[in-house]
């Protein structure tokens, strides 16, 4: 019997209902009507675990990341910040990515009234979306056992857990990715009307692009390759259908490009993190290749040096194939690739010299190129890369098991593909234990050791029990031990991700995992359990002195700021007002002390200016601005650099009377961008030199409205500088 045959009419086990996954090339357009009856139900429970584990004590992480909270809120109360995605109301400068998630995430707000709730349900749902779209698109190929079970994977996968329930744009990268990779699917198996699916797929790749820029292209030659493959049309309409979708791509994601272009650069805010306030040039260099080669802001690259030299060995540990395995990675998204790998390359030489338009081949090739093509530039990328990003590879590996395994399961009368299957169980399950005994080896001790027991114990029976000529009983026992091994091999991957929906995460690199376990993710205590904030100026608006936990006891003191020699000159002098640590529900999501500080919020609460305050990166930026009722000017942008405003702009600003204060501090340096400190150490030297410097609960601030000196504040000379 040729493989063709069998995977058509696969063997089956007696009173085993199962449909056997669709391989000719007849669109199963009423496949729903011939589902068993239980497939319905095992969907909804599937989504309705979904959206417990995604909405379960959301507000727990209150803003979660400050940077993107800050903006979020500025879009509640400006349509202006909401459309380019400001980080102050005001529309001083952007966040360094386009708006599409803050649209999302500021329309809720605007709904609801803005809050960590109603900012962080859409990610929540996204995440609900990308497991039903996932279960759909494989359902179509491979039938509904295999559709739950990589809606399942998805589910389980800790990565996607964290950024399910976190502010980040990774949530809407996903989604959107998810349902162009559906809208694929639909074109090959849509007959006479392809086009409009891959006019759909197009436009939500533009969507994706409009969250993460290219990261969202990553897919792209997954898509491309299984439709020149496996859709029924000859080469040049297939070419023809995909240039189509090319076209509705550019239109997806470049008419905002467009839009940004077009509009007047000085009636829009500056695009935060490009070098001349272009969103083509932040596509291309600090979000675009800088990240893969390094340089544009993006350090020199992870491979020059192991100690952190280059932003990718900061954040994601060396270069090499290794990377998606390792200390930063590792469990975040690793449980399952070894299997993944193992079932991609069994599937492909199992199905041999199946047609061309073969489903199960063709969902191979779709989710294993997706994670073959995401995994590899993700390995290789020399600038600055967040072990969060995984999430992109979590609906890639899903298919790619459950698609591996609907093709060996359909061979196995063959002892060979059953050891095959037997083994890519087992090596889910020693995985976990490796990752588990590294990284937690004092949290659960028992459950990688019960995974490993649990999927040899099945895997073994499965291989033997499904051999001819045992009885209908045993092989049904068989089948049942199958399940039982799968359950072994994910016990792991469940325990982490359940882990990490029990903690609160702040800051702007969050990892998954229980409380207490830290595994590599460098740039200091940015790497720290899951639910601490991250480091001073690490984009979760920690300020130096800060409580480095996430969630600090409502009511408790704040650490003060205090002595610092901005510009070389001495700051404080005055009383210090005293402040009170507030919650991530309270208010600032990373426990700011400077956010916290009563007195300076409402000093900024009742300044009247367009600006109430202006401070050096949005570090300190973003918890002022969750924290009061102002827009507050994050000078540099996200740490400082980026070329916004000038001095000579900044000056101009403080003569119009549209900034009331200064506050000191900030900044983490760094050259994000492209950019230099030149700019932000220029306006507070002349800050220095022209006002007097008061201390406010432990923060410098200089009232702009107020110079030391007799000469107009417009003037660049130098003067000395007063303290009160």
């Known amino acids: ?46 989504l309705v675990v979904s959206a417990v584990l995604y909405l379960w004590d959301l507000s727990a992480s209150g803003y979660g990341n400050d940077f993107y909270a800050a903006a979020v809120k500025s879009g509640t109360e400006s349509w202006k910040a909401l459309l380019f995605g400001s980080i102050d109301s005001a529309n001083a400068i952007t966040v360094d990515k386009p708006p599409a998630a803050l649209w999302v995430m500021a329309l809720s707000g605007r709904i609801f009234g803005f809050s960590s709730w109603s900012m962080l349900v859409p990610q ?9 779209l996932v279960h759909a698109a ?24 964290l950024m399910f329930r976190f502010n980040n744009p990774d949530a809407l990268l996903t989604v959107s990715m998810a349902a162009a990779g559906y809208c694929v699917v639909r074109a090959i198996d849509s007959g006479r009307r392809p086009v409009r699916w891959l006019v759909g797929a197009g436009l939500l790749i533009g969507l994706a692009f409009l969250a993460k820029l290219m990261q969202g292209l990553l897919v792209l030659p997954a898509f491309a390759l299984v ?83 280059g932003g990718g060995s900061m954040f994601g540990g060396a270069t090499g194939i290794t990377r998606m395995f390792g200390s930063a990675f590792g469990t975040e998204i690793s449980w399952l690739l070894p299997s993944a790998l193992i079932l991609l390359v069994a599937g492909l030489v199992a199905i041999g010299r199946a047609p061309r338009t073969d489903r199960v081949r063709g969902g191979l090739i779709l989710w294993g190129t997706w994670t073959v093509v995401t995994a590899l530039v993700f390995s290789f990328m020399e600038g600055t890369i967040h072990p969060y990003y995984a999430i992109a590879l979590a609906p890639g590996i899903a298919g790619t098991i459950a698609f591996g395994a609907a093709a060996l399961v359909a061979r196995r009368q063959s002892v060979v593909w059953r050891l095959v299957l037997g083994v890519a169980v087992i090596a889910a399950a020693v995985w976990s234990l490796v990752l588990l005994r590294t990284y937690a080896s004092g949290w659960a001790p028992w459950l990688g050791w019960t995974g490993l027991v649990l999927a040899i114990a099945g895997a073994c029976t499965y291989v033997a029990l ?23 091999g994910l016990l792991g991957t469940t325990g982490w991700t359940l882990a990490t929906v029990g903690q609160a995460h702040t800051g702007s690199t969050p990892s998954a995992g229980p409380a207490g376990v830290s595994t590599d993710r460098g740039f200091g205590a940015m790497g720290a359990a899951p639910g601490a904030a991250g480091a001073a100026g690490a984009g979760g608006g920690t300020a130096p002195g800060a409580a480095t936990s996430g969630s600090a006891p409502s009511g408790s ?55 109430s305050a202006a401070t050096i990166g949005s570090q300190t930026a973003a918890p002022l601005i969750l924290s009061t009722s102002t827009a507050v000017m994050s000078i540099g942008g996200f740490n400082g650099s980026d070329d916004s405003p000038t001095l000579a702009q900044f000056q101009q600003y403080v003569d119009q009377g549209l900034i009331h204060y200064f506050i000191a501090g900030g900044g983490m340096g760094g050259g994000r961008g492209g950019g230099s400190e030149g700019g932000s150490s220029q306006i507070t030297s002349w800050v220095e030199s022209h006002f007097t410097a008061t201390t406010v609960g432990g923060t410098t601030v200089y009232d702009l409205t107020a110079p030391t000196t007799s000469s107009t504040t417009g003037s660049t000379a130098s003067g000395s500088s007063t303290t009160s």
Request: net charge positive; glycine share 18%; hydrophobic share 40%.
């Open 138 to 161: 494989v359902k179509r190929w491979a039938g509904p056992v295999y559709g739950l079970l990589a809606g399942l994977l998805v589910l389980v996968t800790p990565v996607a857990a």
């Open 124 to 132: 929540a749902l996204m995440g609900v979306g990308t497991v039903a």
């Open 466 to 488: 499904l051999a001819d000529g045992f009885s209908v009983r045993l092989q049904r026992l068989g089948v049942v031990a199958l399940v039982v091994a799968m359950l072994g």
């Open 227 to 309: 439709y020149l493959v496996v859709a029924p049309h000859t080469l040049w309409t297939r070419v023809r259908h995909l240039l189509v979708a090319l076209a509705a791509f550019v239109v997806g994601g470049g008419w905002f490009v467009a839009l940004v272009s077009l509009w007047p650069a000085d009636s829009r805010p500056y695009i935060g993190g490009s070098t001349n306030n272009s969103l083509w040039e932040l596509a291309l260099g600090y979000n675009g290749l800088g990240r893969i080669f390094g340089g544009e802001g993006n350090g020199g690259g992870a491979g020059s040096s192991a100690g952190g030299g």
């Open 1 to 46: 019997m040729s493989a063709t045959t069998q995977l058509a009419a696969p063997a089956t086990v007696p009173g085993d209902t199962t449909r056997p996954p669709s391989t000719s090339a007849t669109p199963p357009e009423r496949r729903a009507s011939t589902d068993p009856r239980w497939a319905r139900p095992a969907l909804i429970a599937l």
């Open 557 to 611: 003191t704040a650490p003060t700021q205090g002595g610092s020699t901005q510009g070389g000159s001495t700051q404080g002098g005055s009383t210090q007002t005293g402040s009170t640590q507030t919650g991530p529900q309270g208010g600032p999501g990373g426990g700011d002390s400077t956010s916290s500080n009563t007195a300076l919020i409402a000093l900024l609460d009742g300044a009247g200016t367009r600006w």
